[in-house]
């Protein structure tokens, strides 16, 4: 199997100001002693195999109930509700880490896998700042109207890169 997508990736958590899981390799204890990070994924353009993945959206949710290194993950994958069946079985192969690539690194150190749920994935794009929101689950806070400054600080937490990714099944090649 393999898959490529190239688009944009952001992230977010609890942490006050900035996450320390960053800097320490994922060894300091988070802002909050537990943490609740979502991983963002925008596809401009992908392909798993022969399926097309081009616009879609997969949203990896964790929450971490100390240091992030210290495993014991409790993780979520929300797919774009607009993908079709194979799709979705695609973009959870890719979210999950099933497919290899990125994902697979976080494999050991998820404790509970919650599953996947098909949902309405909105992101929004904007000069330099990136939200995404999934009603009923995750939605952009307070600080992306800018209501306090903490808050505000927070939203602008987002970490955000272009990404282009390629992974081929037993080739041990991973390009990000």
Same mark, same amino acid.
């Given at each position: 199997?393999?898959?490529?997508?190239?688009?944009?990736?952001?992230?977010?958590?609890?942490?006050?100001? /900035?996450?320390?899981?960053?800097?320490?390799? @994922?060894?300091?204890?988070? *802002?909050?002693?537990?943490?609740?990070?979502?991983? /963002?994924?925008?596809?401009?353009? &992908?392909? =798993?195999?022969?399926? *097309?993945?081009? #616009?879609?959206? =997969?949203?990896?949710?964790?929450? *971490?109930?100390?240091?992030? &290194?210290?495993?014991?993950?409790? /993780?979520? +994958?929300?797919?774009?509700?607009?993908?079709?069946?194979?799709?979705?079985?695609? +973009? *959870?192969?890719?979210? %999950?880490?099933?497919?290899?690539?990125?994902?697979?690194? @976080? #494999?050991? +150190?998820?404790?509970? =896998? +919650?599953?996947?749920?098909? !949902?309405?994935? $909105?992101?929004?794009?904007?000069?330099? !700042?990136?939200?995404?929101?999934?009603?009923?689950?995750?939605?952009? #806070?307070?600080? %992306?109207?800018?209501?306090?400054?903490?808050?505000?600080?927070?939203?602008?937490? =987002?970490?955000?890169?272009?990404?282009?990714?390629?992974? $081929?099944?037993?080739? #041990?090649?991973?390009?990000?």
């Amino acid at each position: 199997m393999a898959w490529q997508i190239r688009g944009e990736y952001f992230e977010t958590c609890s942490c006050d100001y /900035v996450c320390p899981c960053i800097s320490s390799n @994922l060894a300091a204890r988070p *802002t909050q002693g537990w943490c609740v990070v979502a991983l /963002v994924q925008h596809i401009d353009q &992908g392909q =798993f195999n022969d399926v *097309t993945l081009d #616009g879609l959206n =997969f949203v990896v949710v964790a929450r *971490t109930p100390e240091e992030m &290194g210290k495993g014991n993950w409790s /993780v979520g +994958l929300i797919v774009d509700e607009r993908a079709n069946a194979e799709q979705k079985d695609a +973009l *959870t192969a890719i979210g %999950s880490g099933q497919a290899g690539g990125p994902m697979a690194a @976080l #494999g050991p +150190l998820i404790g509970n =896998f +919650l599953g996947v749920e098909s !949902r309405a994935i $909105k992101v929004e794009s904007s000069s330099n !700042r990136r939200s995404v929101s999934i009603p009923d689950v995750l939605c952009p #806070g307070p600080g %992306s109207r800018g209501d306090d400054r903490r808050e505000r600080h927070r939203a602008d937490v =987002f970490r955000e890169r272009r990404t282009s990714c390629k992974y $081929k099944a037993g080739s #041990g090649e991973e390009h990000g």
